[in-house]
């Protein structure tokens, strides 16, 4: 860096090489000076400025503080002084009327070197005018003389050297040292403002900040705000400008609020401007309403073309220039909203009130018409820019946002696709949240984040898709299956809507295969096809794995482990799919089709030819093989070459396998006597067919114990584990080749089965255990052909066919029971495993349940062992317990005679529905027939009316808990079901294959196509019990009752309500393209009512009341418990779908009718166990919940239901509450503790600004729940039980602590106007805390620590209210009331705990020495109440002392 030095010898070469000056250009040739004699001219020169003539800069010769003390000093002076100013102001706006004069005393000067030479070199020299203005003598003059030059150049601009003089002028006025009157600078400046053009007034307002002292920020902010609503063309100035002033909290707020009101008809580019200052300076106090008002104003979907202009403009794009205009639009629309986003970026960075305060903004909104896009992009900026503590937080917004339906697809498809350039940048955080999402065990969470991962794929660019593909793959092989089953469907929707793109990413979704030994085979079918669809349907793109694909399946076909051969069956099936789709032209119509090439056609029949010899030496292979090719069958993609050679050989090798003529006698030796059974075409008895089951069963066991030989190891096996697979692939095929006809097969819907004669099943004892394993796996053989043959003719149209799939159903539900009565053997209790039926499944023994029998053994003797546990830690007077206990023994007493009952009547078959066929869903279309019960059809069983199709109560109830199952499977938002945290070895998908190739919304809209059915079969049923009651005057356990007919009609009562309610419970009716099907839903319900008129389109609300009404019609005759809370439950979700919440009242007034009926069981019996409990503690809830005046409801229980019940037996109840027994009493009571707890938490603090009315509103509201809290405290004496103590100390801590919070504040307030409500109130509480210290004490004397548990944090929250209510009465300046003691500690019913005398009186004096203030320890009874009728004389005394006894206990 060059010296300053101007003396040195070396200046002179250094000037020839001098930079070029900031203004003048390169260097010039010296001019002449300008000869100016004026006193202007003449005190310059004395002070060391000489002016140039022309364009050239004045020149400076000393330093610019010392010309400017030396003209100071020349004008002080001067002889003239002080007129010598004037003329030399004069002399200034002479020398000024050149313009180019006028432009170089704007200009920097130059400073004069040694050599008489001008340098700009050494350092910045400031303009002449500016260097006047710092003389403070001068300032003004200068000033006023500036302003008055400023219009000549107002309207000029920049000219032809490019000088903007106005601009040059003001600039002038910039960080001046001191200005000797500001506030008439300022004046000045805004008159200016108001009649410059926009150009000037914008860089008058930007320079406002750098001119004007601090003294004048406000009154300068309070104009611009002014002139900020009166001109929009000065927003993005006038921002800037007061973000850069000094504004009191009041002027900011008030200009905020100003700007905010004209932010929504503001220009999209001064968007970003306003938004940036809105967020400027916000203190925490102000930060959520701030935040919230501006995200009401931001409008970002209005920053987004609408979608015909984007077609159009995409179009554009395609044809080259057309779109010029739209793409820029849109791109400059997109940059505005990325300027947006980078200001909420930077405040919510470096404010952290200001991130918490979007938080809390969007965590108000309660609706999802309310959200917007901008929720959304804030949370994404919230995850990016802030910690791991606060994306946490993001991560829990969004989760609660979503499970609350109130963030939907539909807007995350608006955010990504409407802004995919802005939103680009927070990529990663958006598949952060995925991942998050992805992880729910919430099921609308979890597809929340799949559809974030798929409109991601599709929205940007193929590193991010990569991305994508990468996150899902890596999902994919956690192991965890609700991820697992999640991720494959999006990668397979993925490669479905997007194949180009997806085929360059094969070789990511190609790694999975190195981790298939934790997916189950459903997962492996999905893995198979995006695999294939990859390798196999886009050409040459995805042939790249081909051959890795052939490889890995030949393998795993080759391997003997069964797991391994069961994957390599469903690669090369979902391979032959890929491979043999039906193909068409592009150019032509879709009904045109392409054969397949005969290189392919090769291959697909060589890969199919391998998997049936690689399968038929195992059943379960060769089973798992059909069932496979059958689901591929049903997709109807199969080319008709592909479907002609499965078909081909298919009926004649099921003929050749399984289907036997009929003779008169069935020769060979079995196990058990055969016999054709089932035959439904009689006439056809001789020379017909037969399912030949005994003896290829009785065969097959014979092969299977000799399988470990060599010589039969290749020799193929036809077993009838095959015979359901193999013929759900022969109708398959029969209806793909004949247009949904079987005529060609309909002889196997009524052939017989050869099995046994079943009065075998009278002589069970007399069988061995293989015959009896024979016997059982023989129905099981049975019940699966049946269920396959329903599956297949439930469709058929013909009347006949109908009938016999009604008896066919029939034949099942028989067989089913005499199967149960079979597995009841004793021997068969233990270790029989029942032949596979579903071969999709882990492993072998993954569906593999005990029997009912076992548990139940298991389950009493935990009962017993319970209750000897119970008596030991209880109380020695714990009545409740003793009438529990006795209750069970006298249960126990009967159990032999019930078990005895059992065995003959069988076990129970849920825990072996795993291995039954899966019944298909179209099945259920039977439920459409009509419904008689049993006494009508055993008179018409003979009757030949084909025409007639008729459902008995068994079939109906066999049918109604199939559907009850695959609802609960496809709808019910089971996160256990979903989302297993460890891997078990029951797969809980057993069953349900078929039914997992449908969505959830197709399962939905089948089940509402089954509403009129089902409604008909409810009203039946609901007739039934009418009737039943109407001719026994109301007695349910009236003599002649058919129990077994009532027990069957009373289950389909409960499955029916129950299917309705899993129905209308399903998630997905509230997302918003699913609001059709629950309008239509809705309309069946409504049209049983009243039949619409003249079609007219009713509004979800009007449909939402008479369904309502409808469902309300059958509370009268509900037969039990549970159905009485499946209605209530069900009445609750669909008044739930409606915007109205006037169904509350009706709800409450029908579960307290529950409550007060007496359930009672055919038998005589009242309903009771552990089932019945939880019902009734749900319907109990349900009625506090829906309730108006919940302490009131509690009031009446507390007060009447319960003291109804303790003077009654240990078999009586309440008459209030029938439902209200001995046995139910710790449900009341648990329940009404728990609302009470909740209710009193929901009243509102106390606040010094209440009014009296409001102050004597909340103290009666707390009056009453006090007054509640009371009696079910003091209820304790009489029920002592172990449970109902552990309740009350655990709820009665937080009645106390929610006292302390929320009423004492009330009565600091309230004391002195309510003494008396205040009183009485305290004297209340008192007495309930007392009793709270005695069941401390009682709970420490029996030592049980499940109880004692409660009692350290319980004496805590009593101690916190003594000196609680010392600091009430200190405000109140009433602290000389204020007294304590300590209290004995006694047991339950008050007497005195001796044992703890001695022991513990050194701690009782220890503790009372450190309260603040101690009277002498009350040693009695009758001191105790001498003590409190001294108290009573004064209110303060009375109410405090109260207090203070009971929790100086602790």
Known sequence: MM?????????????????????????????????????????????????????MPNEIAVDQTVFQKRLHKGLRKHPRYPNIVQEFITGLESYMEDQEKFKSCLLPCALLSAEGESSAVNSYQESLIKLLLGIEMLQSPVINTLFEKIPEFMFEGAGEDGLNIPRIIINQFKWLDRVTDSKDLASKLMQLVAVAPVEIQRDIITSLPEILEDTQHNDIAKELNSLLQKNTQLTVPILDALSSLNLSSDLLTEVRQAVMATLSAVELEDLPVMVKFILHAISGAEAVEVVSDLRNKLELESCVLPPPLQASQSRAKSKGKGGSSLNSAASSSQDCVSLVLDAIKSAVRFQKAISEAWIKAIENIDSAAEHKVIDLLVLFILHTTNSNHSRRGVERVLRNKVRGGHIRESLLQAAIRGHATVIRAYFPSIISLAQSLLRSPDPSVVTFGSQMYKHAFTSFDPYCQQEVVGSLVTHVCSGYAGEVD?????????????????ALYAVFVKGILDYMDNLTPPQIRKLFYILSTLAFSRGTEGSHIQDDMHIVIRKQLSSTVSKYKRIGIIGAVMVVGSMGTRRSKPEGPSSEAVPLPKETYRQVTTLLGLVRSCSECSPEAAALYYDELANLVQTGDLDPQVHEWIGRSVLEDFQEDFVVDLGPEIKGTFPLPAKAMYNLDEEESQGGIAINLLPLLAEDLQKGAQLSRPAQGDKRRVSPLCLGSFFRLLRLCQEEQNQGDLVEIDALLGCPLIVTDLDVVEKMDCLSKLEKEFLCTLLFHAINWIREVVNAFCRQQDPEMKSKVMIRLQNITYLQSVLERCLAAPPLCVGYVPPLANFDCETAEGAVTASAAPPAKKEKKGHAGQKRKVDKNSSGDSSQLEEGAEAEESQQKESPEKEKEEGKAGVSLVSYRPYFRELDIDVLSVLQCGLLTRSLLDSEDHTKVSEVVQLGPSELLFLLEDLSRKLEFSLAASSAKRMPFLKVKADKNVGFSHLQQ???????????????????????????????????????????????EHQLMSACYQLLLHILLTTFSWSGFSQHENRKLLKSALGVLAGRLKEKENDVDLGTEELVRQSFGYLLNFHSTVPGC??????????????????????????????RGFLCQEWILPSGEREKGNKHNEMLQSLLSIYLEHKDDVLKAIEEIAGVGFPELIGTTKDGCSRTFPTLTRQTFLVFYRVVMGVLEKSVRRIAAGKQMDSSEAQSEKLLTWNLAVRDFHILVNLVKVFDSRSVLGVCLRYGRLFVEAFLKLAMPLLDYSFKKHKEDVQSLLKTFQLSTRQLHYMCGHTKIRQDTGLTNHVPLLKKTLEQFVYRVKAMLILNNCQEAFWVGNLKNRNLKGEEILSQQTGESGEEDDEASQLPEEESEREDEDNEDKSDSEVRNGVCDEEVEDEESTDDSD
């Open 3 to 55: 010296k300053k030095r101007r003396t040195s010898t070396d200046n002179k070469d250094d000037t020839s090489k001098q930079k070029k000056s900031r203004i003048g250009g390169p260097k010039q040739k010296p001019c002449v000076l300008e000869e100016d004699d004026s006193v202007f001219g003449q005190l310059l020169r004395a002070a060391g400025v000489s002016l140039r003539q022309g364009s």
């Open 486 to 502: 999640v991720s494959l469907k999006v990668l397979s929707e993925l490669v479905t809507q997007s194949p180009a793109d997806m």
């Open 998 to 1044: 449908k969505s959830p919304s197709e399962i939905a809209s089948c089940c509402i196509q089954l509403l009129p059915a089902l409604c008909n079969h409810l009203e039946n049923t609901h007739n039934y019990f009418q009737v039943l009651l109407s001719e026994n005057n109301g007695v349910v356990d009236a003599p002649g009752v058919d129990m077994k």
């Open 1122 to 1151: 549970s159905p009485a809370l499946s209605l209530t439950q069900l009445l609750i979700v669909v008044a739930d779908r409606g915007p109205d919440s006037q169904y509350r009242e009706k709800i409450a007034s029908l579960s």
